[in-house]
T-cell receptor, first 112, second 110 residues
Framework: DGGITQSPKYLFRKEGQNVTLSCEQN?????MYWYRQDPGQGLRLIYY???????QKGDIAEGYSVSREKKESFPLTVTSAQKNPTAFYLC???????????FGPGTRLLVL | GENVEQHPSTLSVQEGDSAVIKCTYS??????FPWYKQELGKRPQLIID?????GEKKDQRIAVTLNKTAKHFSLHITETQPEDSAVYFC?????????FGKGTMLLVSP
């Protein structure tokens, strides 16, 4: 899991602002995932990508967008349509969609 | 879609005792069941996993059991130590995505 990095560690969003969270992996994994973690809620899937240039919505995709232009990168944009964005965001990757997922260190998003 | 229930939400034990966390799942097509440990402010880390062709798997003090017929699986930690204190998550899936339980906070008192 040391091959997955997320930046920044902390991010502050102003009202009406879009912000982008970075996720990079050097593990040569095909599949990548974004989760949102709130206290007492576990991990909820936002978006996932099984291969470059393809991605699917997870359980809570509204207010978020992603791209997968490169195998090693899967950025997440939190748009102004996401009315309650304060959470801990975790990126994960796996060799393919049936294999073990390994997590990045996370980004904590706070609203000003 | 898959639904995973995890119990208990909090578990307090004395050092040296055993701890058991249980999960149930709904989708009979799920074939992969990992367990993650998350310390405060850190990333979840895989501690053990099991696939549906196996009923039990053990790694030192940690074991996982799977009952496919009843659709439940459990994490067993023996001889608990204070450093086992953390939040533990179960998950189910294996064909495209994982669905996570809401977590169990394990507190091990010296």
């Amino acid at each position: 899991d040391g091959g997955i990095t997320q930046s920044p560690k902390y991010l502050f969003r102003k009202e009406g602002q879009n912000v982008t969270l970075s996720c990079e992996q050097n593990l040569n994994h095909d599949a990548m995932y974004w989760y949102r973690q709130d206290p007492g809620q576990g991990l909820r899937l936002i978006y996932y990508s099984q291969i470059v240039n393809d991605f699917q919505k997870g359980d809570i995709a509204e207010g978020y967008s992603v791209s997968r232009e490169k195998k090693e990168s899967f950025p997440l944009t939190v748009t102004s349509a996401q009315k309650n964005p304060t959470a801990f965001y975790l990126c994960a990757s796996s060799r393919d969609s049936t294999e073990t997922q390994y997590f990045g260190p996370g980004t904590r998003l706070l609203v000003l | 879609g898959e639904n995973v229930e995890q119990h208990p939400s909090t578990l307090s034990v004395q050092e040296g005792d055993s701890a058991v966390i249980k999960c149930t799942y709904s989708d009979s097509a799920s074939n992969y069941f990992p367990w993650y440990k998350q310390e405060l402010g850190k990333r979840p880390q895989l501690i053990i996993d099991i696939r549906s062709n196996v009923g039990e798997k053990k790694d030192q003090r940690i074991a996982v059991t799977l009952n496919k017929t009843a659709k439940h699986f459990s994490l067993h930690i023996t001889e608990t130590q204070p450093e086992d204190s953390a939040v533990y998550f179960c998950a189910a899936g294996g064909y495209s995505t994982l669905t996570f339980g809401k977590g169990t906070m394990l507190l091990v008192s010296p």
